[in-house]
């Protein structure tokens, strides 16, 4: 079972979380707990784990799609609190200071059994490709890449069923016509359009969104 929950967005499901411009998620997958990015603000991160009972200490990877503020801003606030950790980025990616160890990626390939990563695509941005029951799903941080050579280096790995994450301008909408899960977060300028499309496989995002497969 693959759990993906919400932690960090511009909106949320929880008032008793904060909304901000940014997105992170945590992976509980395949014996794995990964943060998917760090949001914009690291207190708003911190405080919004705590609400979600999200110990730093209970992370041993975190993935960072791309190096925008608003991806990476709690990145420094969460190694202060766990610094023992293993931090994969883009290629092009500098700056992550006191990780345990951090690891670069520029074309797709395994990151654990049932964990995969598009490596950097566009000299920009990577996804992370969970292995499910059901088929591939993807975590896009904001798919600045073409969706379509996402979906192609994800599909390296498998048949892919659904989509979570960013998907900025991303209007190609005949590219999800098959998928099972699509949950636009974030960055996503169409969400309405998608909401319409695919009333059977849309799930609104926001912070404390939690999604089991």
């Not at 911190?46 to 041993?60: A, D, F, R, T, V």
């Not at 969706?147 to 659904?162: H, L, Q, R």
């Not at 979570?164 to 699509?182: A, S, T, V």
Request: proline residues 3%; hydrophobic residues 40%.
């Amino acid at each position: 079972m693959a759990k993906i929950q919400i932690i960090y967005d511009n909106t949320t499901l929880n008032n008793s979380l904060k909304a901000d411009w940014g997105f992170s998620a945590l992976i509980s997958a395949h014996n794995k707990t990964i943060l998917f990015d760090t949001g914009g603000n690291g207190q708003i991160l911190l405080e919004n784990m705590q609400k979600l009972s999200i110990s730093p200490e209970s992370i041993s990877d975190v993935f960072i799609s791309h190096s925008h503020f608003d991806h990476i801003g709690g990145l420094s606030h969460f190694l202060n609190e766990n610094n023992n950790v293993t931090v994969h980025v883009p290629k092009s990616f500098r700056g992550v200071r006191s990780a345990e160890k951090v690891v670069y990626y520029d074309h797709p390939v395994q990151l654990f059994s049932g964990l995969y990563t598009t490596g950097e695509l566009d000299g920009i941005e990577q996804s992370m490709v969970i292995e499910t029951a059901k088929g591939l799903l993807i975590i896009a941080g904001c798919s600045h890449p073409p969706m379509e050579k996402i979906i192609n280096a994800a599909k390296t790995f498998g048949s892919v069923f659904g989509i979570i994450g960013g998907l900025h301008g991303f209007d190609q909408f005949d590219l999800f016509k098959n998928f099972e899960l699509i949950c636009p977060t974030h960055c996503t300028q169409y969400i309405k359009e998608i909401k319409n499309r695919f009333p059977h496989s849309f799930i609104e995002g926001g912070a404390g969104r939690v999604i089991d497969i």
